[in-house]
T-cell receptor, first 114, second 118 residues
Framework: DVKVTQSSRYLVKRTGEKVFLECVQDMDHENMFWYRQDPGLGLRLIYFSYDVKMKEKGDIPEGYSVSREKKERFSLILESASTNQTSMYLC?????????????FGSGTRLTVV | GNSVTQMEGPVTLSEEAFLTINCTYTATGYPSLFWYVQYPGEGLQLLLKATKADDKGSNKGFEATYRKETTSFHLEKGSVQVSDSAVYFCALSPLLGAGGTSYGKLTFGQGTILTVHP
């Protein structure tokens, strides 16, 4: 079964810490995405990547960065965590092409910044 | 820009009731439309999709028809079960190659919480 795996289900970090959220997919997908999910706001795109070492900002990139050194791995980095970054973070991947396949999502990482 | 609007929730139904969750969108051109479902404690799963006008997507008893004239993609099920309790998200993806670097990015609605009671 194809998978998108996020390294942690729950994380608690302190304000000011540098936080790494890891995502790995085994489907050889070109595109990978990071979203955050907040009640009443749905999913908002933070960053996405369409190839190794390539990245583009989404709708809410402030306070975040990303890294994609290998095709299967896409990392989200909170340079200095703040309490307003407490949220559910979802990673997704999709193949490249004109026929829209939709995304495959990971199970999410619930991050609490205290 | 692209946007998706879902009906306000939460929605609470009794088992075997009829379900409709409204979804309307704003987009240029001919986007693909999706419904995703998120069960408690899990990530999102693709429920169904439609890629052109008048297409009907269907899965697990759920249906949605792509209505370009009303820019809508309402989700329906004739008889809901307790196991359908979840959060439902409507989403759109612009047609790749329509211009810009969309790369199939999905724009999501805010989600609708569905609770089904026995």
């Amino acid at each position: 079964d194809v998978k998108v795996t996020q390294s942690s289900r729950y994380l608690v970090k302190r304000t000011g810490e540098k936080v790494f959220l890891e995502c790995v997919q085994d489907m050889d997908h070109e595109n990978m995405f990071w979203y955050r999910q907040d009640p009443g706001l749905g999913l908002r795109l933070i960053y996405f990547s369409y190839d190794v070492k390539m990245k583009e900002k989404g709708d809410i990139p402030e306070g975040y960065s990303v890294s994609r050194e290998k095709k299967e791995r896409f990392s989200l980095i909170l340079e200095s965590a703040s309490t307003n970054q407490t949220s559910m973070y979802l990673c997704a991947s999709s193949p490249w092409g004109y026929d829209n396949y939709g995304y495959t999502f990971g199970s999410g990482t619930r991050l609490t910044v205290v | 820009g692209n946007s998706v609007t879902q009906m306000e929730g939460p929605v609470t139904l009794s088992e075997e009731a009829f379900l409709t969750i409204n979804c309307t969108y704003t987009a240029t051109g001919y986007p693909s439309l999706f419904w995703y479902v998120q069960y408690p404690g899990e990530g999102l799963q693709l429920l169904l999709k439609a890629t052109k006008a008048d297409d009907k997507g269907s899965n697990k008893g759920f249906e949605a028809t792509y209505r370009k004239e009303t820019t809508s993609f309402h989700l329906e099920k004739g008889s809901v079960q307790v196991s359908d309790s979840a959060v439902y998200f409507c989403a759109l993806s612009p047609l790749l190659g329509a211009g810009g670097t969309s790369y199939g990015k999905l724009t999501f609605g805010q989600g609708t919480i569905l609770t089904v009671h026995p």
